[in-house]
């Protein structure tokens, strides 16, 4: 059982920067994959980024160069560094977790808007 607790969504300008995190507790397994989806209004879910372990990354085409995602020393935290901001960004972004089994945890979702 993983719980997920994402963080640091909210308003910003096009062009700015927000910081995301994501912390995974309970039965955590030394091998896994994290990242961030994003799903906006009448759309389906799509990937933005995940990471396999430490340095094995995968990004969607949109958000390659602007968007950096990345894990604490002990593994339990996942940050998505979002830059150069449009628009298209906007949506609730959600926290993925999968360790030794097929099914995936989700966090609750944390909403970035990228307005003027």
């Known amino acids: 059982q993983v719980q997920l607790v994402e963080s640091g969504g909210g308003l910003v300008q096009p062009g700015g920067s927000l910081r995301l995190s994501c912390t995974a507790s309970g039965s955590i397994s030394s091998i896994n994959t994290m990242g961030w989806y994003r799903q906006s209004p009448g759309k389906e879910r799509e990937l933005v980024a995940t990471?396999?372990?430490?340095?094995?990354?995968n990004y969607a085409d949109s958000v390659k160069g602007r968007f950096t995602i990345s894990r604490d020393n002990a593994r339990n935290t996942v940050y998505l560094q979002m830059n150069l901001l449009k628009p298209d960004d906007t949506a609730v972004y959600y926290c993925?977790?999968?360790?030794?089994?097929?099914?995936?945890?989700w966090g609750q979702g944390t909403q970035v808007t990228v307005s003027s």
């Open positions: 990471i396999f372990n430490v340095v094995l990354t």
């Open positions: 993925y977790y999968r360790g030794r089994g097929l099914d995936p945890n």
